[in-house]
């Protein structure tokens, strides 16, 4: 299986501050990488597929971009509901797997 | 547009089968631009994919789960459905039915249900 690790496993900031989160595949997925938002107590939410494609209805604060096996989330600036974890996914070969997440919380 | 909802028992005991059905709103399941899955997620752990399957009945699922896992699909009630056999306490986790593109939207889960809590106890 391929394995997506992503870094940190959890961060701390204020609102207004840009975010970075990243995760790194364990071989090439040709872009298929996913990243979702998932609030406390609700299902996770598509921001961006393939790596860089906003999904429709997103905010344009969130990004994503890609070199090589490394993929990257940044989010501009942080609004109160991006407290949040994030994850990252997979989807070029099967099982379609998610990376560990990462914390978002207030400083 | 389209909404999913997952329904079944929130308690199920050990060695006995976990069934779940999502019903699909606002749209209809016979798409074929989409599949349907199942996922799970333990407490305080990440995402797992269970199982996908196309309107047309073909599923896919997760190697570690397949000899345990039955996803299945009815167009006529625009709903699919989740059968784990012989659950441990280790199947504890909110489940949840989502929508996957097929061919675009880098194949991610789109759209998903609240989610449903099942504990496996006595």
């Known amino acids: 299986d391929i394995q997506v690790t992503q870094s940190p496993s959890s961060l701390s900031a204020s609102v207004g501050d840009r975010v970075t989160i990243t995760c790194r595949a364990s071989?090439?997925?040709?872009?298929?990488l996913n990243w979702y938002r998932q609030q406390p107590g609700k299902a996770p939410e598509l921001l961006i597929y393939?790596?860089?494609g906003l999904q429709s209805g997103v905010p344009s604060r969130f990004s994503g971009s890609e070199s090589g096996t490394d993929f990257t989330l940044t989010i501009s600036s942080l609004h109160p509901e991006d407290f949040a974890t994030y994850y990252c996914?997979?989807?070029?070969?099967?099982?379609?797997?998610f990376g560990q997440g990462t914390k978002v919380d207030i400083k | 547009q389209f909404q999913l909802q997952e329904s079944g028992p929130g308690l199920v005991r050990p060695s006995e089968t976990l069934s779940l059905t999502c019903t699909v709103s606002?749209?209809?399941?016979?798409?074929?631009?989409?599949?349907w899955g199942w996922l799970r997620q333990p407490p305080g752990e990440r995402p797992e994919w269970i199982a996908t399957?196309?309107?047309?009945?073909?599923?896919y699922y997760n190697p570690p789960l397949r000899s345990r896992v039955t996803i299945s699909v009815d167009t006529s009630k625009n709903q699919f459905s989740l059968r784990l056999n012989s659950v441990i306490a280790a199947d504890t986790a909110v489940y949840f039915c989502?929508?996957?593109?097929?061919?675009?939207?880098?194949?991610?889960?789109?759209?998903w249900g609240q989610g449903t809590l099942v504990v496996v106890s006595s």
């Open positions: 393939f790596a860089s």
């Open positions: 606002g749209g209809s399941i016979s798409s074929s631009s989409y599949l």
């Open positions: 989502a929508r996957r593109g097929r061919g675009h939207f880098g194949d991610a889960f789109d759209i």
């Open positions: 399957v196309y309107y047309t009945g073909t599923p």
């Open positions: 996914q997979q989807t070029y070969t099967s099982p379609h797997t």
């Open positions: 071989q090439s997925i040709n872009s298929y």
